[in-house]
């Protein structure tokens, strides 16, 4: 059992850690071996911490590759808590046989180099899934298997399906078609924030590529109605593509969704795309066409809410990217107006105040208005739903606003992200943010701040270098 370690003291450990991890990850060594460079040069850890450490882990992002093993065998994972696996850490508590297989099977290694001797047999040809009956989903009286209950995960394939079915039955195109099309377009808008990327990205493509086979063979008004929802899907697109760090995908896909605006008449359409280009266009610095594809947007962009989200969403950050503090604050005041008395609209189309407020604050952080950038991220984080992609980047806006002044505080902030996000629901933008939050903050002073840059190091990309989703 290890005696009880002074929180100046774990936090020495940790930064220690951290830093022999990264020396044998460049001598290439194994992940054994590096357990064992651990555990000779910090003697208060563990084999199970060592581990943990060893692969990078936070407690809480240990907790959450335990359970992927659980779901992965169709079983509910037990409520482990870090309390509790600290405690299994330090050996002031045994974990059961079968969360010491599912710990060993999550963390690739013997239960007996984790320090959890078991009383089954182990060995590396036999360490597939054991028949285990703990957390089993229950099968309702009737006996019907709730494992493939409707959820929308489930139901997204769903939507791609039923376009496919409407074409084999109309294949010159038909008003259902057209409606069905539409409704596809609202439900992938609607629930954009509820999925990767990666997977969004790919059933949007299929159901483009479906519409596709019929506009040439249907009449006028079908192929017109066709091709403005061919339009939405390619700004879809255009976004997921943006936001899987494909800049110059991103672009083609807006590029043309903005023709297909144009030549609809579709004007939201035109507007919208042309707000999404110049969001690309910023990423990449490129002050000039971002401005002008936001004051396009803005030519196109119908009053209200619409004339709002290009002013925040597009116009705003290029104004403060260039300094223009004073056309800047007349944008803020001219869109806070109209967002006081505008209907909000849901979705990826659609704008609200904590997307507002998140723009607004970004732009004082470029202003370097770090007082009134936080404040304005906090209101943003009050409205937005609780780890949406919106309170993710408002959350991150906020550390990046605190990093001159609360260093440590930032780094918490950001590390809670990444404990609490999947690394495939990480939008490029919020690994954007980190990276520069990791870039303000010296891991040398910021102890936090160290591990955020080892646990960024170790972030898999949202894209694998072969082209598929990692």
Request: charged share 25%; hydrophobic share 45%; proline share 5%.
């Amino acid at each position: 059992m290890v005696g009880k370690v002074s929180r100046a003291r774990r936090a020495e450990i940790q930064r220690e850690a951290i830093r022999l991890r990264a020396q044998c990850q460049r001598d290439g060594d194994s992940q054994e071996r590096t357990v064992t460079v651990l555990r000779a040069a910090i003697p208060e850890l563990t084999a199970l911490e060592a581990w943990r450490l060893a692969l990078g882990w936070s407690r809480a992002q240990a907790i959450r590759e335990v359970a992927q093993v659980y779901l992965a065998d169709d079983l509910l994972p037990p409520a482990l808590s870090q309390a509790l696996l600290c405690r299994y850490e330090h050996g002031h508590a045994q974990p059961g046989d079968e969360y010491r297989i599912m710990i060993s099977r999550a963390y690739g290694a013997r239960p007996d180099q984790l320090g959890l001797a078991t009383s089954h047999l182990w060995c590396s040809t036999c360490a597939a899934p054991l028949p285990l009956d703990y957390g089993r989903r229950q099968r309702e009286e009737q006996g019907i298997d709730r494992k493939a209950s409707m959820t929308t995960e489930s139901g997204l394939p769903a939507i791609r399906e039923s376009v496919q079915w409407a074409v084999l039955d109309a294949p010159e195109g038909s008003p259902s078609l057209v409606a069905l099309a539409e409704a596809a377009v609202e439900h992938y808008a609607l629930n954009y924030s509820k999925h990767p990327p990666s997977t969004l990205h790919d059933e949007v493509r299929a159901t483009r590529n479906l519409l596709s086979t019929v506009v040439a063979a249907a009449d006028r008004d079908t192929a017109r109605g066709l091709h403005r929802q061919v339009g939405w899907l390619s700004a879809l697109l255009g976004n997921l593509a943006y936001h899987l760090d494909d800049r110059a995908g991103a672009r083609a896909h807006l590029t043309l969704a903005g023709a297909i605006g144009k030549s609809t008449g579709e004007t939201a359409l035109t507007a919208w795309s042309s707000g999404a280009l110049a969001m690309v266009a910023t990423s990449r610095r490129d002050w000039d066409h971002a401005r002008g594809h936001a004051e396009h947007g803005l030519q196109h962009a119908p009053a209200g809410l619409r004339r709002a989200q290009l002013l925040g969403w597009a116009l705003l950050p290029t104004l403060a990217a260039l300094g223009d503090t004073s056309r800047a604050d007349e944008v803020v005041s001219e869109s806070d107006e109209i967002m006081r008395t505008a209907v909000e609209i849901p979705g990826r189309f659609g704008y609200d105040r904590a997307e507002h407020r998140l723009h607004v604050a970004e732009a004082h952080l470029t202003l370097e208005r770090y007082d009134r950038a936080a404040g304005v991220a906090r209101t943003s984080i009050a409205a937005a739903p609780e780890h949406t992609p919106g309170w993710v980047a408002a959350t991150l806006v906020l550390a990046l606003a605190e990093a001159h002044d609360a260093p440590e505080a930032a780094a918490g902030r950001a590390l809670n992200v990444l404990d609490l996000i999947p690394p495939a629901r990480l939008r490029a933008t919020a690994r954007s943010r980190l990276a520069r939050l990791t870039r303000l903050l010296d891991p040398a002073v910021t102890g936090a701040g160290a591990e955020l840059a080892e646990r960024l190091s170790t972030l898999p990309a949202p894209v694998r270098t072969d082209g598929t989703a990692a």
